[in-house]
């Protein structure tokens, strides 16, 4: 699986404009670590991938290749899940007033996407949406 890991790491980071020194620098690594992450040639922890996670805003499972959208979800499902998991689509969260952490962000993502699934999944159910 984590063979998916260094090339959606480049595409984020590409289509952010981002460098890696920034990257780097915003996840709390050196230069070296990145390039050598992004090459294939070192492993992540799992804390790395939270805070990579929630750097991008998008799930770990996305990062690893994990297909977790539901076959029966539209491109709009889609569409809608990117926006509640970057905040336009709803209220952003903090903890007694400061900002949630990196990891706690990328908690909360992951849970946030199995929620979406399971009430869009609930609604269509109910004859809410047309689904297809």
Known sequence: M?????KRLIDLREERQLSQSEVARRVGMDNSSLSR???GSRKVSAEE?????ALYGVTTDYL???????EWATEQDTIDLKKV?????G???NFG?????????????????QIFWEEIQHDRKRGGSDGQ
Do not use: C, H, R, Y
């Not at 984590?2 to 260094?6: A, E, G, Y």
């Not at 991938?49 to 996670?53: R, S």
């Open 37 to 39: 992450i992004e090459s």
């Open 64 to 70: 690893l290749g994990v297909n977790n959208t539901p």
């Open 49 to 53: 991938l939270g805070k990579f996670a």
């Open 91 to 93: 209220p952003t969260f």
């Open 85 to 89: 998991l970057s905040g336009q689509g």
């Open 97 to 113: 007033g400061d900002k949630l952490t990196e990891d706690q962000n990328a908690k909360l993502n992951l849970a946030l996407t």
């Open 2 to 6: 984590l063979d998916f890991l260094p």
